[in-house]
């Protein structure tokens, strides 16, 4: 399989994560950590759910791999996120060491990872991590309409 079926693959998974998401009120936002092929966290937002404000799909996914992991260094992991990660999401993933991140949407109001700031590819920080973009963008944003659509209708 090659790496553009292997990001679409995730980051549909990363999408039924975030559906999860919705189910429970919370913003529909996904994240899958795989390495070597294999999912080692999930997790979808659930600040709504949890009364937590750093329960972050991407926070939630940190916290879920690191049960299965003898390390917090994610050297080798690449997250898939269906939204691009905040200030404090981007953080996170850098202070994990996460090697790479797929995003699906941008997030022109928030993002930290190209749209408003650069956490993943700033040489002054600790870490660099390889992006790629639009995977799945338009599916993600669709989700992310669509849930807020129906808020505002109600």
């Keep these: 399989m090659d790496?553009?079926?292997?990001?679409?693959?995730?980051?549909?998974?990363?999408?039924?994560?975030?559906i999860v998401a919705a189910r429970h009120e919370d913003v529909p936002?996904?994240?899958?950590?795989?390495?070597?092929?294999?999912?080692?966290?999930?997790?979808e937002n659930r600040r709504e759910l949890d009364q937590d404000p750093t329960a972050h799909a991407e926070i939630v996914a940190l916290r879920d791999a690191t049960f299965s992991r003898p390390s917090w260094r994610m050297d080798e992991v690449t997250a898939y996120?269906?939204?691009?990660?905040?200030?404090m999401c981007a953080g996170a993933l850098l202070n994990a060491r996460v090697r790479r991140v797929v995003i699906g949407a941008l997030d022109e109001k928030a993002g930290a990872v190209g749209s408003r700031y650069?956490?993943?590819?700033?040489?002054?920080l600790l870490h660099e991590a390889s992006l790629t973009y639009g995977v799945?963008?338009?599916e993600s944003a669709?989700?992310?309409r669509t849930f807020f659509e129906e808020r505002r209708a109600n």
């Design 118 to 124: 650069n956490v993943l590819s700033d040489p002054r």
């Design 29 to 43: 936002v996904g994240c899958v950590l795989v390495e070597n092929d294999v999912v080692i966290g999930v997790g």
């Design 3 to 18: 790496d553009l079926q292997n990001d679409e693959l995730f980051m549909r998974a990363a999408l039924d994560i975030a």
């Design 81 to 87: 996120v269906t939204l691009e990660p905040c200030v």
């Design 142 to 144: 669709e989700l992310l």
């Design 136 to 138: 799945l963008a338009s």
